[in-house]
DNA sequence: CCATTTTGGGACTCCGAACTCTCATTTTCG
DNA sequence: CGAAAATGAGAGTTCGGAGTCCCAAAATGG
């Protein structure tokens, strides 16, 4: 299939600082211009060009690679080891720290609806998370009521908002992965 | 201050359809086109023009409309009356109902730093949902260790979570706002 | 029913972002 | 060092949405 092409360092170097920033910058501006993109990324909108001959093709290569930047993180994260309650707790760090791919990727729902993958390589059943939320309900942990995938969209937004907070300077950086761990497991009565 | 020019009957009515089509397309699609809301709205562009000059007028005015008919939507919901706990599901209900206006306000944090109001007429300390929350940690109902601008992020996110749930299908209308209240309430540890 | 208001649709211009192309310069690496 | 790769900057073109105008048709309301 691949024209036994393979790019060079440069090249490659190149190529992720593009996909990074394309990331971070429309996750908060999803207008924004590809001159500011190229800008942000600290490159010239020709070069940008050389990597990707459109707008379209941008969101794109930028949306396969956050793709892939946040299922690394969560194997990283081992979610199948261990106690689900403190497997999800990694899981939630990595989250967090792939804030800016997960805010591009799901905060505005039309990205992931127009240029989500067509062929998931794993199937949705072998969603690491997913099958992690269905482990901690089948020991007890995890309110069994709950569909995994109203946790699973629960713990995004729980996230979300976390780093939203952290960027809107109301809530330090250190503090925020174990405020949306509490508020994740138990909510906001008092106990 | 207005130039005693009241509004005829006809010209209110597609002013409302217009302010409330434009938040629920703008909502799901933070880049339509001007003809796309023009459409939705079952309105000619010409239409949309006699009464929006601009494109950010447009916005401004929806993010006005938006504010205004959350606000009451809060206040119906009589936040400041009877036990916290039923206030908050109250609250809760109201969220859900005005669901498109809150996801065009606050999905894209962008609107709300651009056009968000520069003089409220109620200033922070005056939020009903604010007060409630403080209200509630007093009485011991509420978790006291959150703070109260964290509790109301978090309702915020589940409710838009709840919502795109039922519109991608996955869940049904009806139990919508009491899965969210009970998540808000407990989180999704068992019990 | 008639005067007035409101609307729809088309034709037109304008503008900014997107995209293309070239060439000199810099960087990489054997 | 020297060839090849990669880049930056600028000029020029294309394209689509935004905004303007006009007129005939429809709806409103007295």
Known sequence: MNGAAPESRTRRRTRRAILATAASVLARNRTATL????????????????????????????????????????????????????????????????????????????????????EPEHPVEHDPVIELIERGQAEGVFAPHLSPQWVQRVLWAL???????VESGRMSPHGVASLVIDTLEHGILAR
């Open 159 to 165: 996230v979300t908002a976390g780093i939203e907070q």
């Open 35 to 118: 001159a500011e993109i190229a800008d942000a990324a600290e490159v010239g909108r020709s070069t940008l060009h050389r990597y990707v001959s459109d707008r379209d093709e941008l969101i794109r290569a930028t949306v396969e690679d956050s793709i892939e930047v946040v299922g690394q993180a969560i194997l990283d994260a081992r979610a199948h080891e261990g106690p689900p309650l403190e497997a999800m707790r990694r899981v939630v760090m990595a989250h967090v720290e792939v804030g800016d791919r997960l805010m591009f990727l799901f905060r505005d729902p039309h990205v992931m609806r127009e240029y989500g993958v067509v």
